[in-house]
T-cell receptor
Framework: DAGVIQSPRHEVTEMGQEVTLRCKPI?????LFWYRQTMMRGLELLIY????????DSGMPEDRFSAKMPNASFSTLKIQPSEPRDSAVYFC??????????FGQGTRLTVV | DAKTTQPNSMESNEEEPVHLPCNHS???????IHWYRQLPSQGPEYVIH???SNVNNRMASLAIAEDRKSSTLILHRATLRDAAVYYC????????????FGQGTELSVKP
C-alpha cells in the first residue's frame, strides 16, 4: 500500500479564494482524521470520521471550513474563503478504529 | 478530553537507552495508549500502542504501569535519527477513537 496520500503537497493561494485539500486513506481503514499544525498551536485535530460518518467536528475553527468523506477511499477539506491565518500544514491520517494511525506527508498551505 | 503529561524536553547520548515518561491519570479502562513521533519537517509517525500489557516492536518498547496511569516509551539504543518530538496520546474509546495530540517531548540525541 502506498500509505495515506495527500494532494497537493504545496498550495499558495490568495486571500478570499477557495482551497480544497484531498486525502486518500489506506485501503481497509475505517477512521480518517484531519489535523492542522502551526508553530503556535501545534497539532490540532479538526475533524474525524468513522466509517465515512463525521464523529466530531468540534475542532473545525469556523464555518469557512468544511470536510466531506463521500466514500471510504476519499476525503476533502475545504476552506472558503481562505484567510492568511489559515496558513499551516494540514495532515490527513487513517487507521482502523483503535488501531495505529498513519499520516500522509501533509499539505503546506500558504494564503497571501 | 483525557490528558497526558510529558516532559517538554529530554537529552540522550547516542547508543544509550532512552526512557520517555508519560502520565495519564484520567485514563479510562478502554482507552488505548498510543505513541507517535515527528521528525523535523515530516508528518507524525506511529511508534507503538498498547492497552494493558507491555508491548515490543522493532522501533521501541512500551511499558504500561499496572494501574495504567502512566507509561514509558523505551528506545533501546538511541541513534541520531531518533531525535524528534515524541507524543504520548490516549485514544478515547468512548469518543469513537478520538486522537488528540499534546505538546510532546522533544528528544535530542548527542553523538
Amino acid at each position: 500500500d502506498a500509505g495515506v496520500i495527500q494532494s497537493p503537497r504545496h498550495e499558495v493561494t490568495e486571500m478570499g479564494q477557495e482551497v480544497t485539500l484531498r486525502c486518500k486513506p489506506i485501503s481497509g481503514h475505517n477512521s480518517l482524521f484531519w489535523y492542522r499544525q502551526t508553530m503556535m498551536r501545534g497539532l490540532e485535530l479538526l475533524i474525524y470520521f468513522n466509517n465515512n460518518v463525521p464523529i466530531d467536528d468540534s475542532g473545525m475553527p469556523e464555518d469557512r471550513f468544511s470536510a466531506k468523506m463521500p466514500n471510504a477511499s476519499f476525503s476533502t477539506l475545504k476552506i472558503q474563503p481562505s484567510e492568511p491565518r489559515d496558513s499551516a500544514v494540514y495532515f490527513c491520517a487513517s487507521s482502523l478504529i483503535q488501531g495505529a494511525a498513519f499520516f500522509g506527508q501533509g499539505t503546506r498551505l500558504t494564503v497571501v | 478530553d483525557a490528558k497526558t503529561t510529558q516532559p517538554n524536553s529530554m537529552e540522550s547520548n547516542e547508543e544509550e537507552p532512552v526512557h520517555l515518561p508519560c502520565n495519564h491519570s484520567t485514563i479510562s479502562g478502554t482507552d488505548y495508549i498510543h505513541w507517535y513521533r515527528q521528525l523535523p519537517s515530516q508528518g507524525p509517525e506511529y511508534v507503538i500502542h498498547g492497552l494493558t500489557s507491555n508491548v515490543n516492536n522493532r522501533m521501541a518498547s512500551l511499558a504500561i504501569a499496572e494501574d495504567r496511569k502512566s507509561s514509558t516509551l523505551i528506545l533501546h539504543r538511541a541513534t541520531l535519527r531518533d531525535a524528534a518530538v515524541y507524543y504520548c496520546i490516549l485514544r478515547l474509546n468512548n469518543q469513537g477513537g478520538k486522537l488528540i495530540f499534546g505538546q510532546g517531548t522533544e528528544l535530542s540525541v548527542k553523538p
